[in-house]
């Protein structure tokens, strides 16, 4: 898979201003997958910093929970509620084959 950077607006800066402001921990760069920036069917514009923000996990869930309104932290807890079972058998799934390639190793 290709890697890529996305920058939301449009910014100007001197020669090694963002690597101050990187090192001085101003930007919160996170990786993200296609399935992250990609539209869902009810787009906002802030959904992606959203996703990636959320992703993050810990304060930064937090934070971005907090900044939303009580309907969309409905929303998103019944998403990720309906996802659980999945993602759980998945990673059952990813433990039980890495268990048994360290027993045949």
Known sequence: ??????????????????????????????????????????WRRDGVYFNLVEGLGGQYLKQALLARTEEEVRSWLATRSALAPGLLRALAADVLSAEEAGAGG
């Open 1 to 42: 898979a290709a890697s890529f950077d996305v920058y939301a607006a449009a910014c100007q800066w001197s020669p090694l201003q963002l690597r101050e402001e990187l090192e001085a921990a101003l930007w919160l760069p996170a990786a993200a997958s296609a399935a992250a920036i990609a539209r869902p069917r009810e």
